[in-house]
């Protein structure tokens, strides 16, 4: 009989460790990478919707707040409070962070695009904070 050329089990071994140490490394790289996507997207939400509620104070003739409620951004009608457009923020949905504003009560935005104050929202989440900030005459920019 014939031997046939194969693997001992130390070689297999050795195989399934190096792997299980590459996959572990790269699924650690991953998840950071997931996460802090997920921060960034948040912030490219909360730009728009800066810049949508600017537009919706226009198109209403109408002013619009902007606030904060129990992790949700919120922009609202100034006169009845009737929320217009929402979007949630917070583990349990799929935009994963965690927003603070300022100031705190939120901002009016007018019909001509001013507001009464400038804005600063800040989102943060998996180690990474980063800024969006409203001026008072309506410029956005992300920090």
């Known amino acids: 009989m014939r031997s046939r050329p194969a693997f001992s089990l130390i070689e297999l071994l050795v195989v399934v460790v ?28 909360v730009e728009g919707m800066l810049t949508e509620a600017s537009q919706l104070a226009v ?25 217009i457009k929402q979007r949630n923020f917070g583990r349990a949905y799929d935009l994963r962070a965690t927003l603070a504003i300022n100031p705190t009560t939120g901002i009016t935005i007018f019909p001509n695009g001013r507001a009464d104050a400038a804005l600063a929202v800040t989102v943060s989440g998996s180690g990474l904070v980063t800024t969006v900030s409203r001026t008072a005459t309506g410029i956005v920019r992300r920090q």
């Not at 650690?28 to 912030?43: C, E, H, K, P």
């Not at 951004?73 to 009845?80: E, K, V």
């Open 18 to 45: 190096v792997a299980g140490i590459l996959l572990t490394i790269g699924g650690a790289s991953i998840g950071r990478q997931i996460a802090r996507d997920r921060v960034l997207r948040s912030a490219t939400v």
């Open 59 to 83: 198109r209403r003739r109408a002013p619009v707040r902007i606030v904060l409620a129990s992790s949700a951004l919120q922009i609202t009608d100034r006169a009845s409070g009737t929320v």
